[in-house]
């Protein structure tokens, strides 16, 4: 697969992900996961700057955060990768959606209006694939 087949991943999501990282298992070992990445990456990730120096609005080659994901994840059991996976989501929403827009999401955003939006909110920090949602339960959706 290509890297224009992966697309892009816009800042914000990663910078969020990244500043959760480093407070959860430090700088040295994103330092480490970002030198095992098989493509140089120095000039995207400073580990010593806020936010490993990631731009907020600028679009990011998704090879970054599949390749430190694998990177992260290898020494994991399935069970702990499911929770890794959990902890790094709800890190990652929690830092991008603050301010008025969590209020706002929190307002107007019903389980049922977000299965009809989900491509819209996902196309926000994506800039190619598809999502579907699928509701499994009253507060719950399948992701594709």
């Known amino acids: ?14 910078r969020r992900f990244l500043g959760w990282y480093i407070d959860q298992y430090g700088v040295e070992r ?5 030198a095992a990445l098989p493509f140089d ?13 990631i731009i907020s609005n600028d679009w990011y080659d998704a090879r970054l955060v599949h390749g ?3 990177a992260m994840l290898m020494e994991y059991s399935p069970d702990e ?10 890190a990652t ?6 301010g008025v827009y969590r209020m706002l999401f929190e307002a107007i955003m ?8 989900a491509q819209g909110v996902f196309s926000r920090f ?19």
């Open 110 to 117: 019903t389980p049922e209006r977000y299965l009809g939006r």
């Open 81 to 90: 990768r499911r929770m890794f996976a959990r902890e790094a989501a709800r």
């Open 93 to 98: 929403i929690e830092g991008t959606l603050r």
């Open 30 to 34: 994103l330092s480490e996961r970002v």
């Open 41 to 53: 990456a120095r000039g995207l990730v400073d580990v010593h700057r806020p936010f490993a120096g």
């Open 68 to 70: 430190l994901l694998d």
């Open 126 to 144: 994506y800039d190619s694939g598809k999502m579907q949602k699928i509701a499994s339960g009253e507060k719950e959706h399948l992701t594709i």
């Open 1 to 14: 697969m290509s890297a224009e087949d992966l697309g892009r991943i816009k800042g914000e999501a990663i």
